[in-house]
DNA sequence: GAGTTTGAAACT
DNA sequence: CAGTTTCAAACTC
């Protein structure tokens, strides 16, 4: 099997190929125009430096560091499988309308971020991936959309392609290629099958009939295979063929005897399908926009075509128009405006009639957010602190003072807050709300060392306001306090030199708990698949209505929860459901030890990729 | 495994 | 934007 991955060793070997590809290369990637306009709705900046950042963004998870993380397939994989439904995260931040997907946070070769609908078949046989996905390009470099490692935003590692410059080897080239992506189509690293925003609501996935709400972003164009064959991204992803469509002689759609001879007849398929939905709604949970078309219902050219308008397939025009008010009705601003957990974006299995949510909707809640925050700004004021102490240490040492004393002193300090630190964010994270007060407060406002404290950066005191809205806001206790601390904190901000070492500190430090965080969640998530797909697998006798929604009880994604927990945190003792979550992340932090954190080289990547 | 079919992506 | 070509996956034999 050709490895074309890695150090290109098989580049030398495909001498013809890559003459021939060669002379792509001039025509694949044009001369790199100005960077484009992008949408970061989120970054607000639209500088050209943009481009670069978008790209960047879209950099494989693998070249992440950290622990590879099990992706969402059933079978640990060294890197994750490309699976098209799933993981998001590793889509690219451009945006337009929707807000930014997430960015790529994690390690593993990732599951297509945008929900590419194609599948190998082995794959699907039961179910269960067996092994990621891998391409077999030839001409392409692996730097257009019809590798699904590059659709996918992720390198090619262990595919049978020839002359594959997507890898860590050829960037350069990678990233022209994916900007010169991005230039013609904007969308084009977003996921093809955005679910209804209604989806985000529980219990609203599915109408009365069945329907599946998730669809085709561009809808297929499918001519001869009746929308019945993995050729057509609709049904290869599992989804009803919708008014985006411009297929004709479709017969993938609710009602369809011919989709349903096809599914219900084999009910492997439905366990593979099965396996799909949830690929479909972890990629839905971490970073489908769910930009849905306009809801209007277009008639499908095939539909009319063949059977005009007298409509010799009721059933299917209903499902469309069902479709359609179900989107419209959901065109309301919704919670897919905030990626992530609340968001049940879902994807169907239109046979069996099981509704799928994103995987992790359960696991997060705003809640779940604001302690994030909370632990990050923490650490933010942690690592001011350590930065101030460190200095001040310095700078007497440099005036002469008693170097033993003065060390010995600092050190003593040092390991006061480390240990104050530990417990505050243990406190924080074990403790809900309650908690993330009192931590708040004595990580904050501990006295007169608020006082000696280094400003927080920009990025942080911009945080720290929104924390203080919502942390502080009912703390009555201590207005003053607050109002000192913010009165310290800004007048504070630019002095003197060294403030940009603190301000990059302090960002790098939450930009790389940050990380730790999502890395886990997507962890989560991926468990939670797991054992979905177990439960699939193992449990023909399932009630199906127990499948709806994850197919998961709330007992059942309680358990998921504190298992993974348990195995990351150090207390096994029921936590509130909302602390849970990021007591992985204290936890992480805490094997940082962070007094260590503050040196760049260390705990990770100054830049953490993403 | 080779050849064919298919439809998305890329190109004109 | 429509038509054509290229491409790689899906499919068939």
Redo the contacts with the bound molecule.
């Keep these: 099997m050709e490895k074309s991955e890695g150090g290109e060793s098989s580049e030398a070997s495909v001498s013809a190929a890559v003459a ?1 590809a060669s002379q ?1 290369v001039a ?2 990637f044009p001369a790199k125009k100005l960077a484009r306009q992008l949408d970061f709705t989120v970054f607000g900046g639209q500088s050209p430096a943009a481009v670069t950042a978008v790209t960047e963004q879209i950099q494989p998870l693998a070249m992440t560091s950290g622990p590879q993380i099990v992706p969402v397939k059933l079978t640990p994989l060294p890197r994750p499988q490309l699976q098209p439904q799933q993981h998001m995260v590793l889509m690219p931040m451009k945006q337009t309308a929707a807000p930014p997907t997430h960015p790529s946070i994690r390690p593993p070769k990732p599951e297509s971020p945008r929900a590419r ?5 082995s794959e699907l046989k039961d179910g269960t991936p067996k092994k990621q996905k ?9 730097l ?5 490692c590059f ?1 996918s935003g992720i390198y090619c590692d262990g ?1 049978n ?1 020839n002359n594959c410059h997507n890898n860590v080897e050829n960037e350069p080239a990678r990233r022209e290629a994916v900007e ?2 991005l230039e ?2 904007p969308h ?1 690293f977003r996921p ?1 099958i955005a679910s209804s925003p209604h989806g985000a609501r529980d219990n609203t996935e599915e109408t009365g009939d069945g329907l599946v709400l998730a669809k085709h972003n ?10 019945l ?6 049904f ?1 992803a599992n989804i009803l063929c919708s008014e985006n469509c411009k ?1 004709m002689d479709c017969k993938n759609f609710e009602g369809s005897e011919e989709r349903q001879a096809l599914f219900h007849g084999d009910h492997a398929n439905n366990m593979a399908y099965l396996q799909q939905a949830a690929n479909a709604a972890i990629t839905g949970a971490i970073g489908s926009s769910g930009y849905g078309s306009p809801p209007v219902n277009k008639k499908r050219k095939g539909q009319e075509l063949f059977f005009g308008l007298a409509n010799k397939d009721p059933v299917h025009r209903q499902g469309q128009l069902l479709q359609g008010n179900h989107m419209k009705s959901s065109v309301l601003p919704s919670l897919s405006s905030i990626p992530g957990p609340c968001v049940g974006n879902t994807a169907t299995v239109g046979p069996s009639k099981f509704t799928y949510r994103s995987l992790l909707a359960d696991l997060i809640q705003p809640q779940d957010l604001k302690e994030l925050c909370s632990v990050l700004v923490v650490y933010s004021g942690e690592a001011a602190k350590m930065l101030a102490d460190e200095k001040d240490a310095s700078q007497k040492q440099a005036e002469g003072q008693t170097e033993a004393s003065l060390a010995s002193s600092t050190q003593e300090r040092v390991n006061l807050k480390d240990s104050g630190t530990e417990k505050d964010i243990l406190d924080c994270s074990s403790s809900g709300d309650q908690g993330e007060k009192i931590c708040m407060e004595e990580s904050s406002l501990d006295g007169a060392d608020v006082s000696k404290r280094r400003p927080m950066s920009p990025g942080t005191l911009a945080l720290m306001c929104d924390e203080s809205d919502t942390m502080f806001a009912a703390s009555v206790a201590s207005p003053n306090d607050l109002a000192t601390l913010s009165c310290n904190t800004s007048s504070q901000l630019p002095r003197g030199q060294g403030m940009t070492e603190t301000y990059a500190e302090q960002e790098r430090i939450v930009l790389t708990k940050f990380r730790d965080c999502l890395n886990r969640l997507i962890t989560l998530g991926e468990i939670k698949e797991t054992k979905c797909s177990k439960m699939a697998r193992g449990a023909d006798s399932v009630d199906q209505k127990d499948m709806i929604g994850n197919g998961f009880t709330t007992t059942e994604t309680r358990n998921q929860h504190d298992s993974f927990n348990n195995g990351v945190s150090k207390s096994a003792l029921p936590q509130p459901r909302t602390t849970q979550l990021f007591s992985a992340v204290v936890a992480t932090a805490n094997n940082n030890a962070l007094p260590k954190v503050h040196r760049p080289d260390e705990n990770g990547d100054v830049n953490p990729k993403i």
Aim: proline share 2%; with cysteine.
């Design positions: 021939t792509h025509v694949d609908p194609r599948q190998s078949a891998q391409c077999n390009c030839k001409h392409s470099r692996c257009k959309l019809y590798c699904e659709a595919c392609c010169a992506t013609r189509n084009a093809k561009k809808g297929c164009h499918c001519k001869k295979s009746g929308c064959k993995k050729y057509c991204e609709c290869q297929c």
